[in-house]
């Protein structure tokens, strides 16, 4: 299950929140040429139990993770402020659209 956030978090301030529970794996930076190719590498690594995935409005990188945190806790979310989905590409289709600020991705 994938989480859209809707709700404005600084982007420094989630990226390095996540950092202090998890552990960055790797980031995967790309351009409007390449994104397409880095995302399909990011997906599959991401495939891994307790991996998780962070994509960001305005930031040409995706991010992944090992370990597990509680984003609404921390950010104090209600249901209102994400959308969850099971669609891949839904998390990013939102945040390249404008209609989200983040989105926290989990198989």
């Known amino acids: ?8 978090i600084e982007p420094y301030i989630l990226l390095e929140t996540i950092k202090k529970d998890c552990e960055l794996i790797n980031d995967f930076t790309f351009d409007g040429f390449s994104k397409n190719d880095i995302k399909k590498d990011f997906l599959k690594n991401l495939n891994k139990e307790d991996f998780l995935g962070l994509y960001m409005k305005n930031v040409n990188k995706f991010y992944l993770f090992k370990g597990n945190i509680d984003i609404d806790k921390i950010f104090d979310l209600t249901p209102s402020d994400y959308i969850l989905t099971e669609d891949i590409e839904k998390p990013f289709e939102m945040v390249d659209m ?9 198989f």
């Open 98 to 106: 404008g209609k989200a600020e983040a989105s926290i991705i989990k």
């Open 1 to 8: 299950m994938h989480k859209v956030i809707t709700k404005w």
